[in-house]
T-cell receptor
Framework: NAGVMQNPRHLVRRRGQEARLRCSPMKGHSHVYWYRQLPEEGLKFMVYLQKENIIDESGMPKERFSAEFPKEGPSILRIQQVVRGDSAAYFC?????????????FGPGTRLTVT | AQSVTQLDSQVPVFEEAPVELRCNYSSSVSVYLFWYVQYPNQGLQLLLKYLSGSTLVKGINGFEAEFNKSQTSFHLRKPSVHISDTAEYFCAVSDRGGTASKLTFGTGTRLQVTL
């Protein structure tokens, strides 16, 4: 049973370009969470999605960031016009349900470097 | 709002010595508590979780943690560490109930085990 898949593992973008990060949840999981880890910091919640629905985006920056989880295919975190401060590790997690006590399974992360 | 404080950013310890990693939390509602481990350039792996019941929770790799409601703490312990335990450890909380299942993380404690 494959775990949470994220690609690419490493992504380099120049300032002003767009970054697309993909996350395929574990089989049978319909809930996806995105977290960002800045250097020397813990993970910060960004957004929580179910298939075709954004449930909680309270951690998403107001501009340039968007997320989707279509009916078919992976969840996508999109960052437009990247800036140096977007350089971070972005982790996706999935769970089988919405309740707090369901364990969130984390992917290996995408490390974004903005030059 | 919730917050998690991990007082020690780094903990050096010799192999086979005991270790305690401290975690305190603040929340206006009841929470579930988690400890995750992150090895270099990898995603997070769940070590253990407290949902209810016994306040002493045993996890993988010989780790255990004790929930202390009066002190709002959830310290992680291991009686004898191994070189392979060298990693970053994160304490996290989430709300009980509802759909507010996002995790709030501490800033992490780097455990460095040496011979």
């Amino acid at each position: 049973n494959a775990g949470v898949m994220q690609n690419p593992r490493h992504l380099v973008r120049r300032r002003g370009q767009e970054a697309r990060l993909r996350c395929s949840p574990m089989k049978g999981h319909s809930h996806v969470y995105w977290y960002r880890q800045l250097p020397e910091e813990g993970l910060k919640f960004m957004v929580y999605l179910q298939k075709e629905n954004i449930i909680d985006e309270s951690g998403m920056p107001k501009e340039r960031f968007s997320a989707e989880f279509p009916k078919e295919g992976p969840s996508i975190l999109r960052i437009q016009q990247v800036v140096r401060g977007d350089s971070a590790a972005y982790f996706c997690a999935s769970s089988p349900g919405a309740s707090s006590f369901y364990e969130q399974y984390f992917g290996p992360g995408t490390r974004l470097t903005v030059t | 709002a919730q917050s998690v404080t991990q007082l020690d950013s780094q903990v050096p310890v010799f192999e086979e010595a005991p270790v305690e990693l401290r975690c305190n939390y603040s929340s206006s509602v009841s929470v579930y508590l988690f400890w995750y481990v992150q090895y270099p350039n990898q995603g997070l792996q769940l070590l253990l979780k407290y949902l209810s019941g016994s306040t002493l929770v045993k996890g993988i790799n010989g780790f255990e943690a004790e929930f202390n409601k009066s002190q709002t703490s959830f310290h992680l312990r291991k009686p004898s560490v191994h070189i392979s335990d060298t990693a970053e450890y994160f304490c996290a909380v989430s709300d009980r109930g509802g759909t507010a299942s996002k995790l709030t993380f501490g800033t992490g404690t780097r455990l460095q085990v040496t011979l």
